[in-house]
């Protein structure tokens, strides 16, 4: 079975912080992702990586950055917390080949920044 | 711009058989995916469509007609279990591409 694994299932921080939400997976995968997750925004992607020290914009990353130093994980930064950034981050690891290269998803942090 | 729309929530009755719809409009399309979220926890992994057509897992089945840019998830003998969010999510490019996410529909399950 594919675990990824993150750092904390609940995080609280103050304005202003800087905040690293970590994420580890066990099955070799190649892909990384962070997305938050909001209500009635969906799942919108933060960052990825498809290798180690490689790293690409997603569609939200200002306020973020990441760190892919080892192939099994993937960080997740933010540099100055901030209350707009109160929410569910999900990592997800996936293969970089076969049919489907399905994403598997952590079990998510929820960051709620004072 | 990349567009996928699926309703925001249904309702349906323990036993019943309940379809989710998904449109989509994308710069291309490499399959097409559905996951199922429960309240508090992680997506995961329900079905994949690359090819127009049924594919059917146990109760689940999902349908892709890429002409028509629709999919559905069609979920029969519905238990209390299956209320959860249902994702549709379209990887857009071959490759490595990630998959861009619907919003989700919402679905409760009532006896």
């Known amino acids: 079975d594919v675990k990824v694994t993150q750092s904390s299932r609940y995080l609280v921080k103050r304005t202003g912080e800087k905040v690293f939400l970590e994420c580890v997976q066990d099955m070799d995968h190649e892909n990384m992702f962070w997305y938050r997750q909001d209500p009635g925004l969906g799942l919108r992607l933060i960052y990825f990586?498809?290798?180690?020290?490689?790293?690409e914009k997603g569609d939200i990353p200002e306020g973020y950055s990441v760190s892919r130093e080892k192939k099994e994980r993937f960080s997740l930064i933010l540099e100055s917390a901030s209350t707009n950034q109160t929410s569910m981050y999900l990592c997800?690891?996936?293969?970089?080949?076969?049919?489907?290269?399905?994403?598997?998803f952590g079990p998510g942090t929820r960051l709620t920044v004072l | 711009g990349q567009n996928i729309d699926q309703p925001t929530e249904m309702t349906a009755t323990e036993g019943a058989i309940v379809q989710i719809n998904c449109t989509y409009q994308?710069?291309?399309?490499?399959?097409l995916f559905w996951y199922q979220q429960h309240a508090g926890e992680a997506p995961t992994f329900l079905s994949y469509?690359?090819?127009?057509g049924l594919e059917e897992k146990g109760r689940f089945s999902s349908f892709l007609s890429r002409s028509k840019g629709y999919s559905y998830l069609l979920l029969k003998e519905l238990q209390m279990k299956d209320s959860a969010s249902y994702l549709c999510a379209v990887r857009d490019h071959s490759g490595n591409t990630p998959l861009v996410f619907g919003k989700g529909t919402r679905l409760s399950v009532i006896a």
């Open positions: 469509n690359v090819l127009d």
């Open positions: 994308t710069s291309g399309f490499n399959g």
């Open positions: 990586s498809y290798d180690v020290k490689m790293k």
């Open positions: 997800a690891s996936s293969l970089d080949r076969g049919p489907s290269r399905e994403q598997f």
